[in-house]
């Protein structure tokens, strides 16, 4: 093991975020909700063999070991409003089209869907970060960002 840590054939990297909800946030349609709006915004889908009423519910997110796992348990998880857990996507184009799928959400849905809208952080020279946060019916909002490199 070296000062900076021990070494690895591949970087470790981080394959799912956990929250604990009340057991009627994954009843059959509080399930339908979260997967239609997380697979809608961000293409996230259901892992259906792994999903027990009102118990778990696990979403892939693109590849099998990244996902969000969802657990009922008392007292369930809560966050403050700004608390989260980040995505990124390759282009502008892309980050656009999340955040306009996450904006129509809240148009449908604004009771249920937390937004905080688009922003730039502007790093003269060297990077433009794009991000905005949403959150349904989840403990913590979900960051999307786009890493524009100027260099």
Known sequence: ???????????????????????????????????A?????????????????????????????????????????TAPRMDHFGLSVATKE????????AAAWKSKEPDDVDLVDP???EYPGALRLHSFYVRYRLPLMVETQHFEWLA
């Open 119 to 121: 922003t730039v952080e």
């Open 94 to 101: 892309e980050f656009d089209e999340v955040a306009r799928r």
């Open 1 to 35: 093991m070296s000062q900076l840590g021990p070494r690895f054939s591949k970087p470790p990297r981080l394959n799912h975020v956990a929250m604990s909800l009340p057991a009627e946030a994954l009843d059959e349609s509080g399930r339908q909700a979260v997967c």
């Open 37 to 77: 709006f997380y697979g809608d915004v961000f293409g996230l889908e259901e892992y259906e063999g792994l999903t027990e009423d009102r118990r778990r519910l696990v979403l892939r997110a693109h590849t099998h070991e990244q996902f969000v796992f969802l657990i009922a348990d008392e007292p369930p998880m």
